[in-house]
């Protein structure tokens, strides 16, 4: 299956080392080696290739260098730097991981100027009907909601293929990818946080409340959801504020890469379904077409909340409301209408019979189609 990713991945390989990050089994190895004939793949998760990274020996005649799981290797930035500043053969390096490998910028960036980084993320909508022309939008949303946007169980579409990928991949991510990153010795406790997050999608989060319920301090539940962050379990949308240090003072709300884990509600489900998509195309048009884009959602005094606002060079661009059926404008627009006059102001609802546009600029629109094209 080719990639919305791949002709920019492969467009600057020659002149920058390739970061390719994301949840594990979203398609990185793949990905990194399509439309390369002969390349060098070596994942620091084994213990032959481990030793042919460590000792750099390997076939430096083969162009392409594919490097999987170097986040592993202890200082792997610097290593990195290293290897790419005396590379007499003029290799080409791709480097993935399913850790974070953006988190290094807040300790110093050894690989400054080295490198393009890409986060892959799962098949949504838009993807799967560009690849696939004769989808229809309506039944792939019904099909990422059961069986999620991994590639593998999308594919598959088998509910029970499913209930065991969905067991071994978190196994995975908490026993090997927690346990590598951080020393974490209370992953049952960050298993039950993963349950009450899954009834708690789209809500904002409060900090103490969940310490509450684990018992434990704030301090520590802010750590583990950070973790989970780090290792692609889920992601954070912030409330919008000009003033970001302050925007992050805020309650987050969280969603899950995974669409099909959530269990709250259908509501809940199809909200992190949306969330996944705009968090996707929001970061696929930074990293592949270089402009500035960000997610977020709205929140004034008294709870009052529209569900997403994506940004452009840090000005609101879209105001999004999600509902399942609502054909009606949501009344959370009206507090926002004053501030939001020239920005578009959309209602994505999944079940709808007809489109409309109110005189207050206020669109309802088909989620699975627009969902398509924006």
């Not at 890469?257 to 968090?279: H, I, M, P, Q």
């Not at 696929?284 to 005094?301: I, P, Q, T």
């Not at 019979?353 to 189609?369: C, D, L």
């Amino acid at each position: 299956m080719d990639r919305i990713y791949q002709k920019y991945i492969n467009e600057f390989i020659e002149k920058k080392i390739v970061l390719i990050s994301g949840p594990r089994q979203c398609g990185k190895t793949t990905l990194s080696k399509m439309g390369h004939k002969r390349f060098n793949y070596l994942n620091f998760d084994n213990s032959e290739d481990r030793k042919i990274i460590n000792e750099i020996s390997w076939d430096k005649k083969i162009k392409l260098i594919i490097l999987d799981e170097l986040h592993k290797k202890s200082k792997w930035k610097q290593w990195m730097k290293g290897v790419y500043d005396k590379n007499e053969y003029q290799n080409n390096f791709i480097v993935t991981g399913s850790a974070r490998l953006d988190t290094f910028k807040k300790v110093g960036d050894s690989l400054a100027g080295r490198y393009f980084h890409y986060r892959l993320h799962p098949l949504d909508v838009r993807e799967i009907c560009a690849l696939s022309k004769n989808s229809n939008p309506n039944e792939v949303i019904e099909k990422i909601m059961q069986f999620s946007g991994f590639p593998e169980p999308y594919l598959q579409s088998n509910t029970r293929f499913y209930n065991l990928w969905k067991r071994t991949h978190l196994d995975i991510m908490l026993r090997q990818d927690l346990i590598n990153l951080e020393d974490v010795k209370n992953i049952k406790a960050i298993e039950l946080l993963i349950d009450l997050l899954k009834d708690r999608v789209g809500t904002p989060i409060s900090y103490s409340n969940l310490a509450r319920d684990l018992e434990v301090s704030d301090k520590t539940i802010k750590q583990w959801l950070q973790i989970l962050e780090n290792i692609y379990v889920i992601f954070k949308v912030t409330p919008f504020s000009k003033n970001i240090a302050r925007s992050n003072l805020k309650q987050p709300k969280y969603y899950f890469y995974d669409v099909a884990r959530v269990t709250a509600s259908e509501g809940a489900r199809f909200e992190n379904l949306v969330a996944c998509s705009l968090l996707k195309e929001v970061q696929f048009r930074n990293d592949c077409l270089g402009e500035e884009w960000d997610l977020h959602y709205l929140s004034k005094k008294g709870g009052l909340e529209i569900d997403f606002a994506i940004t452009l060079d840090k000005k609101i661009n879209k105001a999004i409301e999600v509902k399942l059926s609502d054909e009606n404008p949501a009344k959370n627009f009206k507090p926002f209408l004053n501030e939001l006059t020239s920005i578009e102001k959309i209602q994505l609802v999944k079940n709808l019979e007809k489109e409309k546009m109110y005189p207050n600029g206020i669109e309802i629109r088909n989620a699975a189609y627009w969902l398509c094209k924006w």
